[in-house]
């Protein structure tokens, strides 16, 4: 009888819960309007009193319950949620509705996916993984262009249009870095943190963090789930999905702390130690997520010939632009953790290509700007430039020089390796190198008379050549409809809007300077780019083909010219 009557109580604390979530969703979101009819402020408190009492019931409800087992990790969850609530109350009441309202969302979306409707709605998704992953995406940018269009969310406290939110949002969520407005003057904390936040979500990868969301609520992964999270994160080793989940959250949060850190030594020279912290996590984030937002107007103009920023920052997108599964293998054979470990295939075609495109990106930009954009620099200042453009040009969209002024043949060289990318299963966008070492793999092997495409002793699979060759014509195909259709809707010379199209699509995030001149029209086409570039084209062909049965029927082979 008593955990009859408690199992009612914690249904009541539920319902109530989500009216005090409607109420403090009314107060964050209609905030003009409720200033105008009554004292804002005392309302606010209210709602944060409201929201942290019925907090406490909730747990205390929860202590009392007869099994503790199975409500343990939703009772650490909510003593987290109460001592941050607590922690921010001394900060600002609004933020504490914002960290407690994601708690009700969090429940709210548990309810939808596992509890209504017999918890179809999960398992429809779970049947179809590319079309989960795009919705998935789709609905955190949409959370974050209606955060983003919030007054709080700027710092003229004004509602920013919804276009240039929708862009902010997606380029935050699918780290691009392409911004309308500059991110360090134009948004308030509020809306800084709404990127950040956006940032490390898409940096992740939204099939991460829905599986982590999954897992945490007790839900058990189908077989077809767990392959689609390893193929998402470029993984195939056997590890279950709870222990690769954990090897991902343990290695970003140690590799961004200890970037923040080196960071921190920079912004502290310049800043008071309190906001150089600040900086130092925001750009740590967006390095390691290869999202090349920055809080500098400038972007990193102004370190140029800083070491410590440089090379914090280039190895930070290096290590993000790996992938997962080759920072997972390379750590066990650094540290032989099996006791006969070789690199896979998969890392050391990862690593090697990388290695080649870095080296020959940086070349090609010290001859191109030697007498350009680094004239008058020292030899070691253009060295470090060149490397650092080289790098943060295949994904991450830092600069360190003015990219309005590179010139023609720099161009040529950054579409390059904007189009290239990076590692599959990492943070970067592309074609990715493992795409573009199977293309040339297959060039060197007709030019040698070969039939098989080999290497390191292994022989590639067809599957991975037919795979190679349509992802790159597919590329092209999408870029080139976009690319057109940008032309006929703006007047911006040729150059600068291949290069902000090709940069969309790379999830890169450079710019020469455009971005802010683009029409509304223009604004959504670069949008959709970021968009494709982050899912895969490959990823929105298979959610929107038809999977029918193919007849077992082999045709008469018959070959055609070529060339």
Request: hydrophobic share 55%.
């Amino acid at each position: 009888m008593p955990e009859h009557r408690n199992h009612g109580l914690q249904k009541q604390l539920e319902i109530l819960a989500y009216i005090i979530a409607a109420g403090s969703f009314a107060v964050l979101f209609l905030g003009s309007i409720l200033q105008e009819l009554m004292n804002y402020q005392l309302l606010e408190y209210i709602t944060v009193g409201a929201n942290i009492i019925l907090l406490f019931f909730t747990i205390l409800t929860r202590l009392l319950s007869g099994d503790l087992s199975r409500q343990k990790r939703l009772l650490h969850f909510d003593m987290v949620m109460l001592l941050l609530g607590a922690l921010l109350m001394l900060y600002q009441a609004k933020f504490v509705i914002f960290l407690l309202l994601i708690r009700q969302t969090y429940f709210f979306v548990q309810y939808l996916l596992f509890r209504a409707f017999e918890g179809k709605l999960y398992k429809v998704l779970t049947d179809n993984p590319p079309v989960s992953l795009m919705l998935s995406f789709a609905v955190v940018i949409t959370i974050g262009t209606v955060l983003l269009m919030l007054p709080e969310s700027s710092m003229s406290h004004k509602v920013t249009p919804f276009t240039d939110a929708l862009f902010t949002a997606t380029s935050a969520t699918c780290v691009t870095g392409l911004a309308v407005h500059d991110t360090g003057s134009y948004y308030s904390l509020f809306g800084q943190l709404v990127i950040l936040l956006l940032i490390q979500v898409g940096g992740l990868g939204i099939m991460t963090v829905s599986t982590a969301f999954a897992l945490i609520m007790g839900q058990r992964l189908t077989l077809k789930l767990e392959n689609v999270m390893h193929s998402v994160v470029g993984d195939n080793q056997r590890l279950d999905a709870f222990q690769l989940l954990k090897n991902i959250v343990i290695l970003t949060a140690i590799v961004e702390a200890v970037g923040a850190l080196l960071l921190f030594i920079q912004f502290a020279r310049d800043m008071a130690p309190a906001q150089a912290m600040y900086y130092s996590i925001f750009h740590s984030v967006s390095s390691f997520c290869n999202a090349g937002f920055s809080l500098f107007q400038d972007s990193l103009v102004s370190y140029v010939d800083s070491p410590v920023a440089n090379f914090t920052i280039t190895i930070l997108i290096f290590l993000g632009g790996l992938g997962f599964a080759v920072m997972i293998d390379l750590y066990r054979w650094v540290f032989r953790l099996d006791r006969v470990r070789k690199l896979s295939l998969h890392s050391k075609i990862v690593l090697i290509g990388s290695v080649v495109l870095v080296i020959t990106g940086m070349v090609s930009l010290f001859v191109a700007e030697y007498n350009n954009t680094m004239a008058g620099f020292s030899i070691s200042r253009r060295l470090l430039a060149s490397y650092f453009q080289s790098i943060s040009a295949r994904t991450a969209g830092f600069n360190t020089i003015d990219m309005s002024a590179i010139s023609p043949a720099s161009v040529l060289m950054f579409l390059a390796l904007m189009f290239i990318g990076a590692a599959p299963g990492s943070t970067a966008g592309g074609v990715k190198i493992t795409t573009f070492s199977v293309l040339i793999l297959s060039l060197t092997s007709m030019l040698r008379g070969r039939r098989e495409l080999s290497i390191f002793n292994r022989r590639l699979s067809i599957s991975n050549i037919r795979e190679a060759t349509s992802l790159v014509t597919l590329s092209g195909i999408i870029i080139f409809i976009v690319i057109f259709l940008l032309y006929l809707v703006e007047t911006l010379p040729f150059e600068q809007l291949m290069f902000e199209a090709i940069s969309a699509f790379g999830t890169v995030g450079l710019s020469m300077g455009i971005t802010s001149q683009l029409s509304e029209a223009g604004k959504l086409l670069i949008t959709l780019l970021m968009y494709i570039g982050r899912i895969g084209p490959l990823t929105l062909i298979y959610a929107l083909s038809m999977r029918k049965r193919q007849p077992n029927l082999a045709y008469a082979e018959e070959k055609i010219a070529i060339g």
